[in-house]
């Protein structure tokens, strides 16, 4: 091509057009020399479009490298980008369950589907495009994702795509651009006092039992409760802690109300710590009962081998059949023991901010308006009179006139 031994130097040169017809133009730049050896540094890249827009796209490269804002791209792919930031992510989070999550979800849908990319190059548009597939059913292409999960990949990916800014490996976050599935939420009720107690009569005798009982008592979402860790749990202190996660199980908007990777700690009452350690010993005896073939990852509530429980699994073969037994609508979701936990407390006058901080929310104001409607309106007897004390000293006027 005419010209083409002039191309080592900074300038715009024809490269032909690709098989979509569009025009594509190397641009060659060069940057500051390297702060190490002194030597000239250069750079390129492949553009697509007109030469005006190219002449363009060379003006902006040379304005942001005069700023000192601009990012050379590499030759990175997102394959090797992610498995680095798998690596800190997994030194970040401790808890086996919660890194291993992360681990199959950006190997078995990020890198695998679009991993071949190189850092740089990857679009808005290919993520947008990913989304869809993952989500579409598998006789249709796609992997059958709920929309849950997809948020769940996405929140990652944005996390990780953002690191790569900071690290000045790209000059923008492409996920930042990109709208995740929309959550079409339905309403969960919470168990009324005596749908609760008709729950855990028919759960008695059930494998989960305990599970079920600390759900009712902690609030913990699905996810939290399979992820959960001996380790996290002190008895002695009567206290747990929990990795807040985006759950498939949660009905609640994916906002800053549930930030993923923070930690809150609940107290522990007695009903469940009696239920922790039932289940502790109950594991033991199931550790010698499979011997070497138990996997002990400390988790606990695992299924009869030590591996994470299936969610799908725990719902249709432990979850629903108690509330068939029961008497319960079948289709009571899981979660509705999460509101049972915060409705239980708010009615009988718990500070909205302590129940708040132990539901994981960031803030009372978003417990309050998933809450407020459950907030009690009249007061009974009993606290009238308590509330009276506070606000009219009764308990000194009557002390007062009994004198």
Partial sequence: MPGKKHDHKPGIYPRGKDAKGRERWLIRYELPRDPSTGKRRQKAETFYGTKREAEKRL?????????????????????????????????????????????SLITNHIIAEIGHLKLAEL????????????????????????????????????????????????????????KPPKLHQREVKPLTDEQRDLFLQAARGSRFYNLFVVALGTGMRMGELL???????????RTLTVINMLDDEDDEEVTDAKREGSKRTIPLVPEVIRALKAQRAAQAEEKLKVGPAY???????????????????????YFKPVLDKAGLPRDTHFHALRHTFATSLLRKGMDIKKV????????????????????????????????????????????????
């Fill in 227 to 237: 992820r959960l860790t001996w380790p996290q749990v002190n008895l002695a202190e």
């Fill in 356 to 403: 708040s901080a132990w539901l994981g929310h960031a803030n009372a104001g978003f417990t309050y308006r998933v809450y407020h409607h459950y907030l009690p309106e009249k007061l009974d007897d009993r606290e009238a009179e308590r509330l009276n004390s506070f606000l009219f000293g009764g308990e000194d006027k009557k002390m007062a006139g009994n004198s």
């Fill in 295 to 317: 996997e002990d990852k400390k988790l606990v509530f695992a299924n009869a081998l030590g591996r994470l429980i299936n969610p799908s699994n725990l719902r249709n073969r």
């Fill in 123 to 178: 679009l808005p548009y290919h993520l947008d495009k990913l989304y869809q597939k993952l989500r579409k059913r598998p006789d249709k292409g796609g992997k059958g994702l709920s929309t849950r999960t997809v948020r769940y990949i996405h929140a990652l990916t944005c996390s990780a795509l953002e690191r790569a800014v900071d690290l000045q490996l790209i000059p923008a976050n492409p996920a930042a651009k990109v």
């Fill in 59 to 103: 003006r902006e490269i040379l304005v942001q490298v005069d700023q000192k804002t601009f990012t050379a791209p590499s030759n990175m792919t997102v394959a090797q980008y992610m498995e680095e930031w798998l690596e800190k992510y997994r030194a970040d989070h401790p808890v086996e369950s919660t890194s291993d999550t992360a681990q």
